[in-house]
């Protein structure tokens, strides 16, 4: 069964270090997402991709944060630099174009900044 | 903005037993889309289900089933015949079906459920 494959799994960094994450969506799904997911708490979206373009990035900390979808498949999601309030699990998931459409989520990546 | 909220941080079942996880949301739109999705311990979030707003029959999967009011702004979740493998946080969730938030999806905090044996 096709999934969402994201890595790593886990990072920890020092703060105003740089991270980058990876996603890689299930093959076919032109809508990528990527979700910040504080520990118990719902997840809120930071930027949304159709195909190769952002359609939607209103959430996204853009002065430190920076997405990119080339060829409009896999994806990176950068921070530059951390800071400890950016500890959380960044999400990824990827749709069928379409609203009523399932997204599918990837594992996520637990970043920690120390 | 739409707003979604779940009033239940955490509800407990005995197997075999129902549940019903409540969730209100705040919107000005009239067409939109409403689902819960599933995130079990340290599993990936997986779609339970979803409702279209312009569909007044609830939507059922199986044991699963909502309660959408829309005029009271309500979309509840019953889990029938609870099963151990249905502890998990359960996220209610909206989406636009059209402007400029098509797509994309406003969570609400969660509902910790746990089953027991």
């Known amino acids: 069964e096709a999934e969402v494959a994201q890595s790593p799994r886990y990072k920890i960094t020092e703060k105003s270090q740089a991270v980058a994450f990876w996603c890689d969506p299930i093959?076919?799904?032109?809508?990528l997402y990527w979700y910040r997911q504080i520990l118990g708490q719902g997840p809120e979206l930071l930027v949304q991709?159709?195909?190769?373009?952002?359609?939607?990035d209103s959430q996204l900390p853009k002065d430190r944060f920076s997405a990119e979808r080339l060829k409009g498949v896999d994806s990176t999601l950068k921070i530059q630099p951390a800071e400890l309030g950016d500890s959380a699990m960044y999400l990824c998931?990827?749709?069928?174009?379409?609203?009523?459409?399932?997204?599918?989520f990837g594992p996520g990546t637990r970043l920690t900044v120390l | 903005a739409q707003t979604v909220t779940q009033s239940q941080p955490e509800m407990s079942v005995q197997e075999a037993e129902t549940v019903t996880l409540s969730c209100t949301y705040d919107?000005?739109?009239?067409?939109?889309?409403l689902f819960w999705y599933k995130q079990p311990p340290s599993r990936q979030m997986i779609l339970v289900i979803r409702?279209?707003?312009?569909?007044?029959q609830n939507a059922t999967e199986n044991r699963f089933s909502v309660n959408f009011q829309k005029a009271a702004k309500s979309f509840s979740l019953k889990i029938s015949d609870s099963q151990l493998g249905d502890a998990a946080m359960y996220f209610c969730?909206?989406?636009?079906?059209?402007?400029?938030?098509?797509?994309?999806?406003?969570f609400g905090q969660g509902t910790i459920l746990t089953v027991h044996p």
């Open positions: 969730a909206y989406a636009s079906a059209g402007g400029t938030s098509y797509g994309k999806l406003t």
């Open positions: 409702q279209e707003a312009y569909k007044q």
């Open positions: 093959s076919g799904h032109a809508t």
């Open positions: 991709f159709q195909d190769e373009s952002v359609v939607d």
């Open positions: 919107t000005s739109e009239s067409d939109y889309y």
């Open positions: 998931a990827s749709s069928f174009s379409g609203v009523y459409n399932e997204q599918f």
